[in-house]
């Protein structure tokens, strides 16, 4: 009779511990998982974030050249002159159709 109640209760801790076990390890399986979905997810935003750098880096660049250019007088002269036609007193302004090039 005490062999029958021992066994029981050797029953019931190992089912007790292995659904113990059973629920730590599937805990540990969702907290790697998320966190390996989060790496993902870094490492995504940090390839857009690397792009849209390099591309306000080109803007820059552009802007700080195009800065420099207004700074001379000839260059804004010109500038005005083609942007919006702008003439000297003795020039005639024939503004020529664009054509597509194939």
């Not at 974030?49 to 207004?70: G, M, R």
């Not at 005005?80 to 024939?94: C, F, N």
Request: proline share 2%; net charge positive.
């Amino acid at each position: 009779m005490k062999k029958k109640k021992m066994n029981k209760f050797i029953k019931r801790r190992l089912t007790f511990l292995s659904c113990a076990i059973i629920l730590l390890v599937g805990l540990i399986v969702t907290n790697v998982f998320k966190d390996f979905c989060q790496i993902i997810h870094n490492k995504n935003e940090i390839t857009l974030l690397n792009n849209e750098y390099n591309n306000l880096l080109h803007d820059a660049e552009s802007l700080q050249s195009e800065i420099t250019k207004l700074q001379d007088s000839d260059y804004v002269a010109r500038y005005a002159r083609e942007k919006y036609l702008y003439s000297l007193p003795d020039e005639v302004i024939i503004k020529l159709p664009e054509t597509k090039s194939e």
